[in-house]
C-alpha cells in the first residue's frame, strides 16, 4: 500500500472530490486505483471562515511499487509502514508463577490484556467496584453526596478515565506502534470505527463503560482473572525482591511479577510503598480551577460561520501562558460540551474534575486553569509532601463550599477583581452536586493567585471572551497528576525493588488515558522477558 500524507479540501467537499485529489497525488490514471482508506482526518481552523480539511489516505493501485518509483522525489508518498502490533514473548509451558496487576484503570487493562493475550493468565486486582456497580456509587454521591471512598470518580474498573472525555490522543513517541493496538482493541471493544482515523479522536463515559465491560470478558476468556474490592494493603519483600502481597481483607497472593498500575490517587498505597521501603521521589504537579464558558461561544470564536459543523463537532482549545512570577499557566483537560464533576475519593475534601459523552452535546465547555507547581513548593522535603499539599487545599475547598461536597465558584470578572460573587450570570454551573459563589482567592497560594489573574487577560487575547464577567470559575483541581513518581529502571522495575513494576500515571509515568495504556503494554512486556528468562 502507498500512503498520501497532506491532501487538503474544503470542508463541505463532496466525497468524489477525495479519490480525485488522491489521483491526482499519485499521478496515475482513475483505473489504476484499486482502494483507498482514510488513516487520518484532521482540519486546519487556523483561518476560521476558510477551514479546510487534511487527509493521510493508504491507497492501493494496480503496480504500488512503479507508483512509488514514478513519486520517489516526493516526501508526501511513502510506503505504508506495518503499524501491526508484535508480541515480544509468549508463556513457556512450565509457568508457575502467575504475575500480578494491581489496578484496573487503562494501564491496569492492557497490562493485564496484553499479558493474557501472550498467555501468562495474569491476575488482576482493583480496590473498586465493577464497572456499572461504580457508576451507580458515582452517579449517587453526584446527586446525594453519600461517598464511598473505594468506589467513585478514581477508584474502580476503567479507572479515572472513565469520568472524563475520553480523549484517545498523546504526544509521547511510539515508534513500535502501541497507540495502534490501544485504538484497534478499543474499536473491537465496542468504539466508533472513527476513533482510528480522526485526528483528536474521544470516546465519552457512556461509551467507556460497555467497552470496559468487554475487555475485561477478553481477559478472563484469555485465561486471566480478575477481582474487585481487593484493595491491596501490604507488599511481601525479601532481600530487595517482591514476593508478593496482602489484600485488605487479609489474604495473600504469592508473585515476584507485581505491576503497580494504580492511578494517582492512591494515596494510602503510596504511604504503604514508601514505609516498606520502596524508593519514591516527590515530583511536580499543577493546581488550580475549573473554568466554564457556553460551547457556543467557544465555538464561534474558534469556527466562525462554521460553527456546527458535525465534522468539526465541538470547540476545544489549548492554552498556555508565562507568568511575570515565573510560573506558567494553563488549559488541562478540556471538555468541549462536558461537565464538571465532582471527583474526590476522600471524605471532606472537595476535587473538580471534566467529564464528556460522545455527543458532547452538554450547553457548557470546561477546561482546567491550572499553574505548574514543584516539590520546592510543597509543605516540606518528604516524597509525599506533594499528596499532603493536595489534601490542604481540598480541604480548604470542602470548607470554603459549605462542608457538604458543594464546591466553592466564582465568576471570573469577581475572581479578576478580587472580590467574592453572589449570583450566577449566564454561564449555568454544571457540577453537581452543586456550587457556592464566594471567594476563590482564598483557596490557592498567592503565586498561584497573581499568575491566574494575570494568565486569564492573557486567554482572552487569544479566545475573545476567555475573561468575560460571567464565566464560571469551580474549585479546586488538583489531581491533574500524580505528585509521586516511583523510580524505575531501564528494565521498567523499581529501582531498588526487584518484581515490582511502576506503571502509568499513578507512579509517575503518563498522563492520560492514551499514554497510560501504552505504557500498560510496555510494562506487559517487560515482565513477560523477565518471567521467560527466570524460566530458561
Known amino acids: 500500500m502507498i500512503r498520501i500524507t497532506n491532501i487538503k479540501l474544503p470542508l463541505d467537499h463532496k466525497e468524489p472530490e477525495l479519490k480525485k485529489e488522491i489521483i491526482k497525488a499519485l499521478g496515475i490514471k482513475a483505473n489504476q486505483l484499486i482502494d483507498f482508506t482514510v488513516f487520518r482526518r484532521g482540519f486546519d481552523a487556523r483561518n476560521k471562515n476558510q477551514i479546510s480539511l487534511l487527509y493521510t489516505i493508504d491507497a492501493t493501485t494496480d503496480n504500488d511499487a512503479a507508483v512509488l518509483k514514478t513519486n520517489q522525489n516526493n516526501q508526501n508518498i511513502r510506503v505504508t509502514p506495518d503499524m501491526t502490533y508484535k508480541y515480544v514473548a509468549k508463556a513457556p509451558e512450565n509457568l508457575t508463577e502467575r504475575p500480578v496487576v494491581v489496578g484496573f484503570g487503562p494501564c491496569g487493562i492492557f497490562a493485564g490484556l496484553v499479558l493474557a493475550e501472550m498467555g501468562y493468565k495474569p491476575i488482576v486486582l482493583d480496590r473498586g467496584k465493577q464497572v456499572r456497580e461504580r457508576t451507580k456509587d458515582t452517579f449517587g454521591f453526584w446527586r ?22 475520553g480523549k484517545l490522543w498523546t504526544q509521547i513517541k511510539d515508534k513500535k506502534h502501541y497507540g495502534r493496538k490501544v485504538m484497534h482493541d478499543f474499536v473491537d471493544a465496542g468504539a466508533p470505527e472513527e476513533i482510528l482515523y480522526v485526528s483528536k479522536p474521544h470516546i465519552g463515559t457512556f461509551k467507556l463503560v460497555a467497552m470496559v465491560e468487554k475487555m475485561r470478558a477478553k481477559l478472563i476468556e ?5 477481582r474487585f474490592n481487593s484493595r491491596v494493603d501490604d507488599l511481601h519483600i525479601e532481600d530487595g525482591q517482591v514476593t508478593g502481597l496482602t489484600l485488605a481483607d487479609g489474604q495473600q497472593i504469592k ?34 480551577f475549573r473554568v466554564e464558558h457556553n460551547q457556543s461561544s467557544i465555538d464561534e470564536v474558534l469556527f466562525g460561520k462554521n460553527a456546527g459543523n458535525p465534522i468539526l463537532g465541538a470547540a476545544d482549545y489549548k492554552l498556555v501562558h508565562h507568568c511575570k512570577n515565573g510560573r506558567s499557566v494553563y488549559s488541562f483537560c478540556m471538555c468541549p460540551g462536558g461537565t464538571v464533576v465532582a471527583a474526590t475519593s476522600e471524605e471532606n475534601r472537595v476535587v473538580t474534575n471534566g467529564m464528556s459523552q460522545y455527543s458532547r452535546n452538554e450547553r457548557n465547555a470546561n477546561s482546567a486553569i491550572v499553574v505548574g507547581i514543584d516539590p520546592k513548593d510543597y509543605p516540606s522535603d518528604s516524597p509525599l509532601a506533594g499528596i499532603e499539599l493536595q489534601r490542604q487545599l481540598e480541604s480548604a475547598a470542602y470548607k470554603l463550599g459549605g462542608e457538604n461536597y458543594d464546591a466553592p465558584a466564582q465568576l471570573v470578572g469577581d475572581y479578576l477583581a478580587g472580590k467574592p460573587s453572589d449570583h ?18 482564598q483557596i490557592l497560594p498567592e503565586y498561584c493567585r497573581e499568575a491566574l489573574q494575570e494568565a486569564i487577560p492573557a486567554f482572552n487575547k ?25 523510580k524505575r529502571g531501564d528494565d521498567y522495575q523499581s529501582v531498588n525493588t526487584k518484581g515490582l513494576y511502576p506503571a502509568g500515571e499513578g507512579a509517575g509515568y503518563a498522563g492520560g488515558i492514551m499514554s497510560a495504556a501504552i505504557d500498560g503494554i510496555k510494562v506487559a512486556e517487560a515482565m513477560a522477558l523477565a518471567i521467560n528468562e527466570a524460566n530458561t
Do not use: W
Open 255 to 288: 508473585s515476584k511479577y507485581i505491576a503497580l498500575a494504580t492511578g494517582h490517587s492512591a494515596r494510602d498505597t503510596f504511604k504503604m510503598l514508601y514505609n516498606k521501603g520502596v524508593y519514591i521521589e516527590s515530583k511536580p504537579f499543577s493546581i488550580g
Open 462 to 486: 487569544k479566545i475573545k471572551g476567555f475573561a468575560r464577567e460571567d464565566a464560571l470559575l469551580t474549585g479546586v483541581e488538583t489531581r491533574t497528576s500524580s505528585p509521586v513518581c516511583i
Open 144 to 165: 446525594s453526596k453519600t461517598l464511598n471512598t473505594e468506589s467513585n470518580v478514581q477508584f474502580g474498573e476503567g479507572g479515572a478515565g472513565t469520568f472524563s472525555d
Open 222 to 226: 484469555l485465561g486471566g482473572e480478575i
Open 424 to 441: 450566577i450570570g449566564n454561564v449555568e454551573p454544571s457540577y453537581k452536586p452543586g456550587v457556592k459563589l464566594t471567594d476563590l482567592t
